[in-house]
């Protein structure tokens, strides 16, 4: 079965500073994999997916993720902080007959004027 | 226009009270879901339809009745509401083909059982 660990489930940068969102997946199978977020009483809005074709992943926003096969991790970085980058972010990957996803348990990311 | 649709967005009822919630999808998808948001956050899936046929239900009590008058429309039926039942719920939908994996979220009902 698959699953997703997200390291950190709240995460504080400052504004202009480095995001790194850490993500760790488990499949049996080549994966597909996820970055979502959500707004405060928002949906779910896609960020960025990785299908088997680059590694590095580029999203909305200014994100990108790389898939390591090796390390079997998907972490989603943005090279600087804007306040309104404060958000739930999830990590999940796609797997069984109707491509459900198995989402990371979320991180809450804090950005500091 | 919104791809996906529920309604209604937020939902206050009584416990032993039975309710709906309704999702409904332009994005000419075969395929959509309900997902349960925990008071933690936490996102698990309850169903998936394809082209109406139920073909994922994820250990979800018998109260939970999922219902698909057409390919564009999942709506969620509950029986008898508990204070556990209590959550976000989301639909979402998924197009068929490799590379179709992205699944699109409507905006959640969030649900409240007093």
Known sequence: AQSVTQLGSHVSVSEGALVLLRCNYSSSVPPYLFWYVQYPNQGLQLLLKYTSAATLVKGINGFEAEFKKSETSFHLTKPSAHMSDAAEYFCAVSSGSARQLTFGSGTQLTVLP | ?114
């Open chain 2, 1 to 114: 226009d919104t791809a996906v649709s529920q309604t209604p967005k937020y939902l206050v009822t009584q416990m032993g009270n039975d309710k709906s919630i309704k999702c409904e999808q332009n994005l000419g998808h075969d395929t959509m879901y309900w997902y349960k948001q925990d008071s933690k956050k936490f996102l698990k899936i309850m169903f998936s339809y394809n082209n109406k046929e139920l073909i994922i239900n994820e250990t979800v009590p018998n109260r939970f009745s999922p219902k698909s008058p057409d390919k564009a429309h999942l709506n969620l039926h509950i029986n008898s509401l508990e204070l556990g039942d209590s959550a976000v719920y989301f639909c979402a939908s998924r197009g068929l083909g490799g590379r179709q994996e992205t699944q699109y979220f409507g905006p959640g009902t969030r649900l409240l059982v007093l």
